[in-house]
């Protein structure tokens, strides 16, 4: 078993490697967020590159392409993601769905985008238009593809219409229904799932995480977000959120609002959006998913709203997720939100 991928990876990647024979010009690695689809993908695009690859199709480690690409400076592979990224990680290493690397000697006041914009795609041309190193192959990695903005979703578009001889686009993804139909017309698409919840939670425990099925739960059971759940310092303000959320009111909407306006709208999003659905769960069925802690206050809350209110505060979630990473104002963003809760129980 290869120690590159994840344990819970083995079975896709040999089911990747049935796709060499005849390989696609664009494969779209889809999936649940935190479950360890760029490494994955990364690792294939190296044992793509790579010079002697094993017999299951593992890049071999120590030819001069995968020591090339253990650097980030293959001569014949390209990382197509957010400046946002480079800014929030600082250094090549590999978590989840977002691996670092530095930018030295920028100096720009500008924000870091969180969009793939349409500069990105056009550099790819020089890159494209030369012969590849050694006869080989030539490879671009793009995630995540619901970064694209329209523009350079558009120029990718042209660029898969008629791609250029030897060259293999990965694209990554955590929400399809985001990305432009022409495009997944356009692409191999390739799933990978949620791990077994035993197998996940001896990976956690593995790792040393305490307490791995709670954290496992509340991330959905993708064991890589529940691992980087645990070590960071967000569960305060995830717990205060809950606390809200369990007590909702519009005075204490306003408050939390204001004290939170600092944490991301999209993971308040995210909170809260399980939050409804384990509502939901309970009211329909008696099952919570994400928050089994708060059983008693789900219970309890989900004796005083109607399944039609559930119903429409979860089309209405999911519209926010849609925006919640370029909110025109965060803290609006986020008081519009609770209140909206908040009026499921007046």
Partial sequence: MSIDIFPWQEAAWQRLQQLRERMPHAILIHGPAGIGKTLFAERFAQALLCESPDVAGHACGECASCGWFAQYNHPDYRRVRPEALDEAE??????????????????????????????QIRALADFMNVSTHRQGKRVVLLYPAEALNGAAANALLKTLEEPPPDTVFIL????????????????R???????????????????????????????????????EMSQSESREIMDEFLRHLAKPGVDDALKTADRLQKTAPSQQVEWLQRWLYDLFSVKLAGKIRYYPRYRKELVALSGRVEVPSLLQALRVIKERRAIAEHPLSPK???EDMLLDYAKLYS
């Fill in 332 to 334: 609006l963003f986020i």
């Fill in 189 to 227: 698409k390739f799933g990978l799932a949620l791990p077994p919840i035993e197998e996940a939670l001896s990976w956690l425990k593995a790792q040393g995480v305490a307490d791995a099925d709670i954290w496992l739960a509340e991330q959905g059971g993708a064991p890589l977000a529940a691992l």
């Fill in 90 to 119: 600082g250094s090549a290493t590999e978590g989840e769905d977002d691996d670092g690397e530095t930018k030295k000697g920028s100096k720009s006041t500008r924000a870091p985008s969180k969009d793939i914009r349409i500069d």
């Fill in 172 to 187: 990554i993804s955590n929400s399809l229904d985001r990305l432009l139909p022409t495009i997944l017309s356009r692409c």
